[in-house]
């Protein structure tokens, strides 16, 4: 599926949601079908969201590209995802950050968690990402603080505890808005400990961020 991977990336340039050298080869580099249950591989190189089990989705490649540009990664950085799904995203983040970086992802639901980390060893990314099974809303204290934090979910409201992890100077990524409708896309950047810098990048629609800082579950 290597050519279907190359159209894909070629469109993705065209249309200007990769920018960066960096975001291309990671999204060029990672296999997006090795994140997908069978029956959905024929269409990973479709640019939509395809269901992933238990009411969860993957997301769109265009989308996973636009987090990658917006959050603006370099080596070294320490970051933390708050929903891994099949762990697409993780590992595209990942690859983006080059051999030094790390990614923290947090998955509530622990059949997802689990393929996420077969996924992530049989594709190489096994070292480079670490699975929790948590509640993403509040965060992962042990590794905090961070460089840049991004949720694949929609909350309320940013969580506080996501805030407080941030590193000053980092940027945090995080859809906010009602469940079943559109939400905006948030940019957060810490500017000190109580100041932030926040800023919309448009409408978005994920499904909702269930925890203690999110929506409550049903």
Request: aromatic share 8%; with cysteine.
């Amino acid at each position: 599926m290597m050519d279907e991977r190359k159209e894909l990336v070629k469109r993705l340039l065209e249309y200007g949601y990769i920018k960066s050298e960096n975001v291309r080869q990671a999204m060029e580099k990672v296999p997006r079908e090795e994140f997908l249950p069978a029956e959905n591989r024929p269409y990973a190189y479709v640019d939509q969201p395809l269901p992933i089990g238990k009411g969860q989705t993957i997301s769109a490649p265009h989308m996973v590209a636009m987090i990658c540009e917006k959050l603006q990664l370099e080596e070294d950085m320490k970051v933390l995802e708050i929903g891994t799904g099949f762990g697409y995203n993780a590992a595209v983040i990942s690859e983006a950050m080059g051999k030094k970086g790390h990614v923290y992802s947090i998955e509530r639901i622990e059949y997802l968690a689990e393929l996420a980390k077969e996924n992530l060893e049989r594709t190489g990314y096994g070292e480079k990402v670490t699975v929790i099974i948590g509640d993403g809303t509040q965060g992962y204290e042990k590794e905090a603080p961070y460089d840049r934090i991004y949720g694949t979910a929609s909350a309320p409201f940013v969580p506080e505890p996501l805030k407080e992890q941030l590193k000053i100077g980092g940027r945090l990524l995080i859809p906010v808005g009602e469940q079943a409708y559109f939400q905006d896309l948030i940019c957060m950047v810490k500017k000190s400990e109580t100041e932030f810098k926040e800023k919309s990048l448009g409408g978005v629609v994920f499904v909702p961020m269930i925890g203690k800082h999110g929506w409550p579950e049903k």
